[in-house]
């Protein structure tokens, strides 16, 4: 069984490109959180969704930052007009079932170098 | 402090040895889960406590849960050198947004062979 696959696995952006941060959850999982790892800090929630909807963004900065879980295809993380600030690891969980019930598994995280 | 606090914030032991490290949370949860991250690499789960365990095992490695002192701890015994990463603790809020997982800023574990 494949676990939760994120890609790329390391990005270098300029400041003021695009950063798209793919996230593939484990087959059979409708729930996926992305999270942010500043260095030497504990991960940060940022948003969870379920298939085609945004449950809670609270956590993701309401300028330049966007998520999607489409009905087909990964869920997408995306930051515009990259500012150094946003170097970071990002890391995708997914669990069958959303709240406290389940575990979440995490991917292995794209790690964003902006320049 | 923030949730999921985790102490000491490093820890260096010889292989072999028993490796403790603790967990502090400020708000009623229903469940907290330990995770294992080597360098550079994604989280691995290594145990999940509900509010209302105690204790929980899992083959070298001993959970134990106060929820009276909001607090947690995980054994390591006989330590191996493939133990060394960073461990982190993690919360749920029964009171809140149960989903969101808050994570302390992690202990980092060096076993010495």
């Known amino acids: 069984n494949a676990g939760v696959m994120q890609n790329p696995r390391h990005l270098v952006r300029r400041r003021g490109q695009e950063a798209r941060l793919r996230c593939s959850p484990v087959?059979?999982?409708?729930?996926v959180y992305w999270y942010r790892q500043l260095p030497e800090e504990g991960l940060k929630f940022m948003v969870y969704?379920?298939?085609?909807?945004?449950?809670?963004e609270s956590g993701m900065p309401k300028e330049r930052f966007s998520a999607e879980f489409p009905k087909e295809g990964p869920s997408i993380l995306r930051i515009q007009q990259v500012v150094r600030g946003d170097s970071a690891a990002y890391f995708c969980?997914?669990?069958?079932?959303?709240?406290?019930?389940?575990?979440?598994?995490f991917g292995p995280g794209t790690r964003l170098l902006v320049l | 402090s923030q949730q999921g606090e985790e102490d000491p914030q490093a820890l260096s032991i010889q292989e072999g040895e028993n490796a403790t490290m603790n967990c502090s949370y400020k708000?009623?949860?229903?469940?907290l889960q330990w995770y294992r991250q080597n360098s550079g690499r994604g989280l691995v789960h290594l145990i999940l406590?509900?509010?209302?365990?105690r204790e929980k095992h899992s083959g070298r490695l001993r959970v134990t849960l106060d929820t009276s002192k909001k607090s947690s701890s995980l054994l390591i015994t006989a330590s191996r050198a493939a133990d060394t990463a960073s461990y982190f603790c993690?919360?749920?809020?029964?009171?809140?947004?149960?989903?969101?997982?808050?994570f302390g800023k992690g202990t980092l574990l060096t076993v010495n062979p």
């Open positions: 708000t009623s949860i229903n469940n």
């Open positions: 406590i509900r509010s209302n365990e």
């Open positions: 993690a919360t749920d809020n029964s009171g809140g947004s149960n989903y969101k997982l808050t």
């Open positions: 969980a997914s669990s069958p079932v959303g709240g406290w019930q389940e575990t979440q598994y």
């Open positions: 087959k059979g999982h409708s729930h």
């Open positions: 969704l379920q298939k085609e909807n945004i449950i809670d």
